[in-house]
Every structure is written in C-alpha cells, then in structure tokens.
C-alpha cells in the first residue's frame, strides 16, 4: 500500500504541533513494514528516503499568501497520481490532497489538527486570504472519505462546523507523544543560560503567540503569583504586530511588579525545552482553543504537573485533580473561543497556578502520574495502529 503524507510541515522546518504529528506519525508508520509512506510536504529540498518538497512558485510571489499556498497545492497532487491514499494536514495542504484524489482517484483522508471556522482572528492576519483558506478546507472536508479527529472535542467542533458532514466519516485518533525523546533531563546549566533560576519555583509556558494560546490571560493571571515564583515564556513566532504589541506591553507591566520574569523568543531545540520542562514546577496551557493539545504531552511526559484550560480536548489529556488543574471557562459561540467573562477567565487561572505552586510535592505527584499516562494512552506505535485502521476502512 503507498500512503502519500501531504503536509506544510515536515522536519526540519516544525512550528508546531501538526508538524510533531504528521513527523511521528510517518516514522510509526515507517517502523510497521507493511506500508510505503511517501511524504510532501512545503519548502526546502530534505534529505530525507521517501520525501519531496515543493517550493512556492514564482509566479504567485507576489499573490496573496493563500494563493501562493494553492500553489504549492497544485504543484503537489500532480504526483499524487498512483497512491492508494493521500492523507494531508491542516488547510495548507487539505487542497492538494483534495486534488490528488480528484485526479488519482484515490481516498483522501484529512486529519483535523485545527479549523479554519474555530479561528475567526486569522482574518487579521490573512484578510482575504482566510476566506481562501476557509474554502480549500471547506472543500476538502465535505469531499473526503474519513477525516480524523484529533479529540472526540475536536470531532464535535468538526461536527458543528461542517454539519453537511456524514458523523460515521468522522473519526477519533488522538496525538502522540515520544515518550523517550520527552522525558525528565535535568540541566542546569542550560537553564541558568536563559536566565532561570532552577532553585526557584517556575511556572512555564511554550506556544507560538496567537489567540488561541492565550498567553495574554495568562501574563494577567501571573500577577497573583507568590512572591519568588518565576514565569518563564518560551513563546515566539507572533501571528500578528498587534498580539505582539499586547504581549510585550503586558510582559512590560508584569516585571514592573515582580521579578523572575523571562521570555524567550526564539524556538529552543528540543533539548534546551526539556530542561526548562524539568526545572519547572508547574506547566500553563491557558488556550481557549486547543484541539488536544500536544505540549501538554510533552510537559507530561517529562513528569510535569499541568495548569490548563478546560477546553477542546485538553480534558481528554489532562486528568483534573490527578495530572493537574482544569480551569473553567465559558466561551463566546463565534468561533473565537473568547471568554464570556474575560476577568472570571483570568481570576480562575490565577487561582489554579497558586494552587499549583503552594504544594510541591503534590506538584511532583501529579508530574509522575502525567508521565505514566503519557506514556500508557498516547504512544505513537498504537496512534499508527488506529490510523491504518482508518486506512484500511476507506479502502474497503
């Protein structure tokens, strides 16, 4: 069987969490013998058995960012032609799997990692690009043969915004994590090097600086912080100048009142985030739309207790009161997944991160029992599993 993989991201160019996916996700299903996995992905040429790139085409680099993404699309289903399957990731390439399948006649199978109609901010950021991008995911879903939720949350946002879709068509496989390259590894020399101090309790947060993340709540909610707690930031990438005029102006105020505030903006390797992870006492997932969440696994399974929105499918991930603290929240239904009482929102958060740092040792009892669920209900060799499963269903 060929499966052609169709993703934005592939390493080494990751950003976030569709890109750990669909990278985990090839290499489980590599290991399985059984299937000849051929990947696509955006960018640069990779050195990679198996993977072909596409770069944007020079006619469209002056079009609007969507176009060019079309682009690409087009260019890519051409040499779908011949698979069994295509199964593509996120909007950027639900096109060109779209198209593949059009042209091969082959199954096309779209795996949910976000939804266009759940992120009305992007029309900041894309104007009319996102009414584009809105249509080529659209399109891709209501024509696909099986389209994989990533959380049984996740499969009912998909529901309630694509209600022409057949629920029997609409499946739950959950993301992943690598339990071994996510574990505890102490360095405190690397920690140090950012500014932190490892002797001091910390609250962390890792994410791209968008709406959905939330980060904005959280620097409100850090205010309630016990005195010698630190906030460490490992959050770059900016959607747009605005959110990141917010953030920095809200960081701004936060050291005005307290120290131990450090930001980083870059994207760390992976093993610099594990230190930072293993130095920490608590992680915050203070997101109002997070379709499973996977830095929540990562945290986890390096055995740290997490503070989190009960949102989406984080509570299918987090388990309140055992793995760490759900904070309630009440949204807007516009898709935005705005707070209804923004204040209430940042008050709870608040108190769930005080909580969480005033017991260390039930921070540590939380911390190892993540780990243990990360380990036991989200490896990458059953994830693998359940989507051949998909697999072998559209194929008949």
């Known amino acids: 069987m060929r499966v052609d993989i169709l993703s934005k991201e592939y390493p080494p160019a990751v950003y976030g969490g569709a890109g750990v996916h669909v990278a985990e996700l090839v290499r489980a299903l590599r290991d399985r013998g059984d299937v000849d996995v051929q990947v696509r992905c955006f960018g640069a040429p990779r050195d990679e058995t198996g993977t072909t790139a596409y770069g944007d085409l020079a006619e469209l680099a002056s079009a609007n960012a969507a176009l060019q993404t079309l682009g690409v699309d087009v260019a890519m289903a051409q040499d779908c032609v011949g698979a069994d399957l295509v199964h593509s990731h996120t909007w950027y390439a639900n096109f060109a799997g779209h198209l593949g399948s059009l042209l091969g006649g082959m199954p096309h199978v779209v795996t949910a990692h976000s939804l266009e109609p759940m992120r009305p901010w992007k029309a900041e950021q894309l104007g009319g690009g996102y009414r584009v991008s809105s249509f080529a995911e659209r399109t891709a879903y209501e024509a696909a043969a099986a389209v994989v939720a990533v959380s049984a949350g996740m499969r009912a946002d998909i529901l309630a915004s694509y209600p022409s879709l057949d629920p029997a068509r609409v499946h739950v496989v959950h993301n992943g994590i690598d339990s071994q390259l996510w574990q505890p590894a102490r360095d405190e020399d690397v920690v140090r090097q950012h500014g932190i101090d490892p002797d001091r309790p910390s609250v962390v947060f890792v994410g791209r600086i968008t709406r959905q993340k939330g980060l904005p709540y959280l620097l409100r909610a850090a205010a309630a912080l016990p005195e010698g707690v630190q906030l460490v930031l490992c959050a770059g990438a900016p959607d747009t100048p605005e959110i990141l005029a917010e953030v920095e102006q809200l960081v701004a105020d936060l050291r005005a009142q307290r120290d131990g505030v450090v930001w980083i903006q870059q994207m760390l390797p ?115 599993d359940r989507t051949m499963e998909v697999y072998r269903s559209v194929l008949g």
């Open 270 to 384: 992976r093993n610099e985030v594990v230190a930072i992870l293993s130095a920490a006492t608590v992680f915050a997932c203070p997101s109002v739309y997070e379709p499973l969440g996977i830095v929540n696994l990562e945290a986890m399974a390096c055995e740290l207790a997490v503070v989190a929105t009960a949102t989406g499918g984080i509570p299918e991930v987090v388990v309140d009161g055992e793995t760490g603290w759900l904070v309630p929240i009440e949204q807007v239904t516009d898709g935005s997944g705005t707070p209804v009482d923004p204040d209430r929102f940042v008050a709870d958060l608040g108190a769930a991160l005080v909580d969480a740092v005033s017991d260390g040792e039930r921070a540590k009892r939380f911390g190892l029992a993540g780990r243990q669920r990360a380990v036991e209900h989200f490896s990458w060799a059953s994830i693998g």
